[in-house]
């Protein structure tokens, strides 16, 4: 079963607020990895991280790997419209780095509405 | 180049049908998986493949059998559907030694 607990479920925001999200597993994690999926398509990779401790920025987005390796969290600064989504967290679990990228686990997602 | 590529975009079938859920890269990536989405559950891993003549199951396996005879395409059959494998399909290939997967359009399917 789920593995990630993703949090909050959703979230509604005004324009050019700030966001945090984050996932939690009672396992460790190789890799963490944040998506960001619009109605009707497929999930977009935004940021990976591969270390313990990493802090990555993808423009006004933000990203952290637990240093317990068991966490992780997305930030969005001064949100705009188009950052309407669901937002995923995925994981590699340790013992699956043989087979990387082919097999990660998913968090629930967090649904953000971003009210103009 | 297409990316990942799905067929049908939407799909209705009755109880106990079977179906192909076709889906094909011409990126040359190794490793290809299939999702399952449903409210509140996120994706769940149903088979992959890291190579042509190589899958393995995933979270949720039961109900679906996959193949993999070329790089390109990994098919996704229902041999006998039933409502609970109504959901969102979503296929996906990365490259190896790399962690980003490429997501396809997605397959909605609804069992009556």
Known sequence: GQQLNQSPQSMFIQEGEDVSMNCTSSSIFNTWLWYKQD???????LIALYKAGELTSNGRLTAQFGI?????????????????????CAGQLKEWEETSGSRLTFGEGTQLTVNP | NAGVTQTPKFQVLKTGQSMTLQCAQDMNHEYMSWYRQDPG?????????VGAGITDQGEVPNGYNVSRSTTE????????????????????????????????????????
């Open chain 1, 39 to 45: 109605p009707g398509e497929g999930p977009v990779l």
């Open chain 1, 68 to 88: 317990t390796r068991k966490d992780s969290f997305l930030n969005i600064s001064a949100s705009i419209p188009s950052d309407v989504g669901i937002y995923f």
């Open chain 2, 41 to 49: 559950m996120g994706l769940r891993l149903i088979h992959y493949s």
């Open chain 2, 73 to 112: 395409d990994f098919p996704l059959r229902l041999l006998s559907a039933a409502p609970s494998q109504t959901s969102v399909y979503f296929c996906a290939s990365t490259q190896a030694g790399t962690d980003t997967q490429y997501f396809g359009p997605g397959t909605r399917l609804t069992v009556l």
